[in-house]
C-alpha cells in the first residue's frame, strides 16, 4: 500500500498562472482533505470531502477549487495563483470525517 | 471561537532524557484528541488517539494523556532519542461534520 501520494514533490509558479495538485489515496478511506501548511501556524483546512461526489470548504477556501474524480482521487487546484499561496499543501484522507487521518508527503509551492 | 493551543512552542532538551508537551484546548462538544509526529519536509504521523472516556494512551515512548474537564492534554516523550526531533501536532475533533481544529505544534530538537 502507498497510503497517500501527492504530485508534484515541488513546484514553482509566476504569480497568475494555474496548476492542479494531485492526490490519491489506496486505503479505500471516504473522506479527504486539502491543507496548506504556513511556518508558524498549524494545518488549516482549505476544503474537504466527506464521501465521493460532495465536497465542502473549509477555514481558507478563496482561492482554489477542488474536485473528487472518485473515491481514490481529490485535486485541488489554483486558477490564479498569487504569492499569498506560497506554502506547503497536505492532501489527507480518513476512513470517516473526524477519525484519524492519514497524511501524504506535501508538496512545496512556490509563487513569485 | 473553537482553539487549540500547545507549549512550549519549541524545546530543546538532551538525548536520554523525558520531556511533556501541552495541549490547551476550547473545542466543545469534544470527540477525540490526537497528537500527531512531524518530521522535517514529511506529512505528519498519527502517536495516539483519545476519545472523552480515555484519559491516557501509551504508544512505545510516548505517553499521552487527557483531562477532557480542563480541556488539557499531555504528550510525555519518555528517554528521548535523536530521531524524536520533530514537531509534534495536537489535533482536537467535535463530533458530526467536519469539527478539527489543529494546533500550531510543538518544535522539539534532540541533542547529543
Known amino acids: 500500500n502507498a497510503g497517500v501520494t501527492q504530485t508534484p514533490k515541488f513546484q514553482v509558479l509566476k504569480t497568475g498562472q494555474s496548476m492542479t495538485l494531485q492526490c490519491a489515496q489506496d486505503?479505500?478511506?471516504?473522506?479527504m482533505y486539502w491543507y496548506r501548511q504556513d511556518p508558524g501556524m498549524g494545518l488549516r483546512l482549505i476544503y474537504y470531502?466527506?464521501?465521493?461526489?460532495?465536497?465542502d470548504k473549509g477555514e481558507v477556501p478563496n482561492g482554489y477549487n477542488v474536485s473528487r474524480l472518485n473515491k481514490r482521487e481529490f485535486s485541488l487546484r489554483l486558477e490564479s495563483a498569487a504569492p499569498s499561496q506560497t506554502s506547503v499543501y497536505f492532501c489527507?484522507?480518513?476512513?470517516?470525517?473526524?477519525?484519524?487521518?492519514?497524511f501524504g508527503p506535501g508538496t512545496r509551492l512556490t509563487v513569485t | 471561537k473553537n482553539q487549540v493551543e500547545q507549549s512550549p512552542q519549541s524545546l530543546i532538551i538532551l538525548e536520554g532524557k523525558n520531556c511533556t508537551l501541552q495541549?490547551?484546548?476550547?473545542?466543545?462538544?469534544?470527540?477525540?484528541l490526537r497528537w500527531y509526529k512531524q518530521d522535517t519536509g514529511r506529512g505528519p504521523v498519527s502517536l495516539t488517539i483519545?476519545?472523552?472516556?480515555?484519559n491516557t494512551k501509551s504508544n512505545g515512548r510516548y505517553t499521552a494523556t487527557l483531562d477532557a474537564d480542563t480541556k488539557q492534554s499531555s504528550l510525555h516523550i519518555t528517554a528521548s532519542q535523536l530521531s524524536d526531533s520533530a514537531s509534534y501536532i495536537c489535533?482536537?475533533?467535535?463530533?458530526?461534520?467536519?469539527?478539527?481544529?489543529f494546533g500550531a505544534g510543538t518544535r522539539l530538537f534532540v541533542k547529543a
Open positions: 483519545m476519545t472523552f472516556s480515555e
Open positions: 489535533v482536537v475533533s467535535g463530533p458530526g461534520g467536519f469539527k478539527t481544529i
Open positions: 470531502s466527506a464521501s465521493e461526489g460532495t465536497t
Open positions: 489527507a484522507s480518513s476512513e470517516q470525517s473526524n477519525y484519524e487521518q492519514y
Open positions: 495541549c490547551n484546548y476550547t473545542v466543545s462538544p469534544f470527540s477525540n
Open positions: 486505503m479505500n478511506h471516504n473522506s
